[in-house]
């Protein structure tokens, strides 16, 4: 049977509330006596050079991942609140499983790609512009 992944499991952590002033390495500290951490991951803010003030902690063990949610959510760490709680997975937010690139208006529209309709009606618009272009005799 094969793992489920990090984020759907109830072994995965999400921690908010962060102090810029955390660490991976105080993370790790803070959490390491309910049991043995697997995986951090804290996501950067590259614009700031901060983190974003959250992050996700994986445990070996499920019930050490509980335990530290029982003992550490609204703890404080670095004089902040913390909110710990089980990751959730993202979820899709416009409704769709399908990727916005993969219908034929939008390859269209951004690969260049026109109907024939679109072609024809460029074409009798040159047509048009072309004949007005062309020199009229003058009426005297």
């Known amino acids: 049977m094969s793992e489920a992944p990090a984020l759907q499991s109830s072994k995965a952590l999400y921690i908010g509330g962060l102090d810029p002033a955390v660490t991976e390495t105080t993370l790790r500290a803070a959490f390491l006596p309910f ?10 803010d590259y614009a700031q050079g901060t983190h974003k003030g959250f992050a996700f902690l994986e ?13 550490m959510d ?14 959730q997975a993202d ?13 034929d208006e939008w390859y269209k529209e951004h690969a260049g790609v026109k109907d024939e309709e679109e072609k ?21």
């Open 91 to 103: 979820k899709m937010k416009l409704g769709s499983s399908k990727a916005l690139w993969s219908t």
């Open 120 to 140: 024809a009606e460029q074409e009798k618009g040159k047509e048009i512009d072309a004949s007005m272009l062309k020199e009229k005799p003058l009426v005297g």
């Open 35 to 44: 049991g043995p951490i697997q995986h951090i991951d804290i996501p950067m």
């Open 74 to 87: 609204g703890a404080e760490l670095f004089g902040k609140s913390l909110t710990v709680n089980v990751a």
């Open 59 to 71: 445990f070996v063990d499920s019930e050490d991942a509980n335990e530290a949610i029982y003992n």
